[in-house]
């Protein structure tokens, strides 16, 4: 098959599409979008299915007309993949399918999915992933070595907004109490310059780093001692949980439902419930680095499965039995 993305953004372009690849499938980027480009990639390049992935540079309100207008004309289905759900759902997802009309809509939220459906979109729940080119585990490099780390974005103002974001508990669960003890956690991200608000003390200016460019992230995963990923939900996994698992990270995470799920805390990563928890983990898996290769190995074998391969393939098979492809559409 012929996969169009029409697609810019860093975090979308090397996840999904590669999947696709890997899955024997052709595929193109369409990079910055114009009003003349999507009619003459979709001339030229004949694609069978057309995807767009969560909320970017471009989704603006103008691209978002071109794309409905041409790929609509086209006859070809158009499948959205709604990313940044639960937060953002009424705030930008409804009114974009609303707008756009894919033919089917993913979410990894699966709560989202029935919503959906009663808006009359054809939609199923899917997860992130990883992609072992860019998520891999390369030698520890001296200039990302740390003991502690976090690679993300803070987004104090998206945590003003809604104090009751599940994402606040997981701050103050794995990386508040390191603050308030001094204990040194090096950041990868913007705006951790803003967070006294939420944790208690400014963090170290010599802490922080600044934005990490995202297919550099492995190199802090496979450098660090243990790295801490946030959780946005406690129902669906973020999309680091996959990454730092695939580049061989030894992940300290919130213990939530989804985490549990998929992955078995103290065999493939480790879980807090609690600041204190947090504390007496930091310590005694610093302490004990045989233990934290044994679970550092098991987790990147456990989330093989997890690949955006598996993730392409499940979305041709969701489409076939839904009647969008035809049942002998390659898988």
């Not at 009309?101 to 990883?130: N, Q, S, W």
């Not at 780390?149 to 669960?173: G, Q």
């Not at 550099?216 to 660090?224: D, M, W």
Request: charged residues 25%; contains cysteine; aromatic residues 10%.
């Amino acid at each position: 098959m012929r996969v169009l993305f029409l697609e810019s953004h860093p975090l979308l372009i090397h996840g999904l599409p590669n999947g696709f690849r890997d899955a024997g499938h052709q595929v193109k980027i369409s990079g910055p979008l114009t009003s003349n480009k999507i009619p003459r990639l979709i001339s030229t390049f004949r694609p069978d299915l057309i995807i767009t992935l969560g909320c970017g540079p471009e989704h603006v309100l103008k691209k978002q007309e071109w794309i409905r207008e041409h790929v609509q004309a086209s006859g070809i289905p158009h499948v959205y993949w709604a990313t940044e759900d639960p937060t953002h759902s009424h705030t930008f997802t409804i009114p974009y399918i609303q707008r756009v009309k894919p033919t089917f809509v993913f979410t990894i939220c699966p709560a989202r999915v029935k919503d959906y459906r009663e808006l009359g979109f054809r939609a199923a729940h899917m997860d992130f992933g990883f992609h072992s080119r860019v998520h891999r585990r390369v030698k520890p490099i001296p200039k990302f070595r740390s003991s502690v780390a976090v690679v993300a974005n803070a987004y104090p103002r998206i945590l003003k907004t809604y104090p009751e974001h599940y994402r606040i508990t997981s701050l103050n669960t794995l990386i508040r109490p390191l603050i308030r003890k001094r204990i040194r956690v090096d950041f990868y991200g913007r705006s951790w310059n803003k967070m006294k608000s939420f944790l208690g003390r400014t963090i170290p200016r010599s802490w922080i780093h600044g934005y990490l460019p995202y297919p550099r992230a492995n190199k802090v995963y496979s450098s660090t001692d243990i790295i801490i990923g946030l959780q946005n939900q406690k129902t669906q996994l973020t999309q680091r949980t996959y990454e730092i698992l695939g580049s061989g990270g030894f992940l300290l995470t919130s213990n939530t439902p989804a985490v549990r799920k998929w992955f078995k805390p103290g065999k493939d990563l480790v879980v807090s419930s609690s600041p204190k928890e947090t504390l007496r983990l930091i310590d005694y898996y610093l302490r004990h680095p045989k233990k934290r290769r044994k679970i550092q190995n098991s987790g990147q074998r456990t989330v093989r499965k997890h690949s955006y391969m598996h993730r392409a393939k499940y979305i041709l098979r969701v489409l076939r039995k839904n009647g969008i492809l035809k049942q002998g559409a390659s898988l």
